[in-house]
T-cell receptor, first 119, second 111 residues
Framework: EAGVAQSPRYKIIEKRQSVAFWCNPISGHATLYWYQQILGQGPKLLIQ????????DSQLPKDRFSAERLKGVDSTLKIQPAKLEDSAVYLC?????????????????FGPGTRLTVT | QKEVEQNSGPLSVPEGAIASLNCTYS??????FFWYRQYSGKSPELIMS????GDKEDGRFTAQLNKASQYVSLLIRDSQPSDSATYLCNLRTGGYQKVTFGTGTKLQVIP
């Protein structure tokens, strides 16, 4: 079974530029997550999708970040314009099922991440 | 009070010893709990999940949950140098909708 795919793996941009990240979850997984992980910290949830609907985007800086999950499969996360403090690893994860399912269905499987450096 | 608290460490244990990692949480309606391991420069990977009070064992790993005291712990028996990593505590609350990670505890197993 193929894992969670992310691209690009690394990206360097200047502040005020825009950037987009792509994620393809494990086939059949209903829930998709985007996290921001700053060095030395735990992952911070940016947005959670269940199929193609948003479950939680309370920590997404909506003035500069946007995300979509068309057709309930792959997803893109965009930052426009980028700031220096956006330098981090952006992780995508997926879980098998959605709300109301057993707890095991919420185990998350992570992609390799995208390391973003904003200069 | 942070939603999820972990001692950042590093926690140093000798090879073969038991490593004990702890996590406390503030939201009493937290429903399910997960431990992830993250090697330096890598993504988190799932170790165990637990949702009922008590112990759950999987190989050298034991997860312990005490909802009354609002803590969850991970014990690693016979610690190996390959266990050296950061261990992340993860909770789900609110009908499984809210997801929160702790900051992680760095474990160092000394040969």
């Amino acid at each position: 079974e193929a894992g969670v795919a992310q691209s690009p793996r690394y990206k360097i941009i200047e502040k005020r530029q825009s950037v987009a990240f792509w994620c393809n979850p494990i086939s059949g997984h209903a829930t998709l997550y985007w996290y921001q992980q700053i060095l030395g910290q735990g992952p911070k949830l940016l947005i959670q999708f269940q199929n193609n609907g948003v479950v939680d985007d309370s920590q997404l800086p909506k003035d500069r970040f946007s995300a979509e999950r068309l057709k309930g499969v792959d997803s893109t996360l965009k930052i426009q314009p980028a700031k220096l403090e956006d330098s981090a690893v952006y992780l995508c994860a997926s879980s098998p099922r959605g709300k109301g399912a057993s707890v095991g269905s919420y185990e998350q499987y992570f992609g390799p991440g995208t390391r973003l450096t904003v200069t | 009070q942070k939603e999820v608290e972990q001692n950042s460490g590093p926690l140093s244990v000798p090879e073969g010893a038991i490593a004990s990692l702890n996590c406390t949480y503030s939201d009493r309606v937290s429903q399910s709990f997960f431990w992830y391991r993250q090697y330096s420069g890598k993504s988190p990977e799932l170790i165990m999940s637990i949702y009922s009070n008590g112990d759950k064992e999987d190989g050298r790993f034991t997860a312990q949950l005490n909802k009354a005291s609002q803590y969850v712990s991970l014990l690693i028996r016979d610690s190996q140098p390959s266990d050296s990593a950061t261990y992340l505590c993860n909770l789900r609350t609110g009908g499984y909708q809210k997801v929160t990670f702790g900051t992680g505890t760095k474990l160092q197993v000394i040969p």
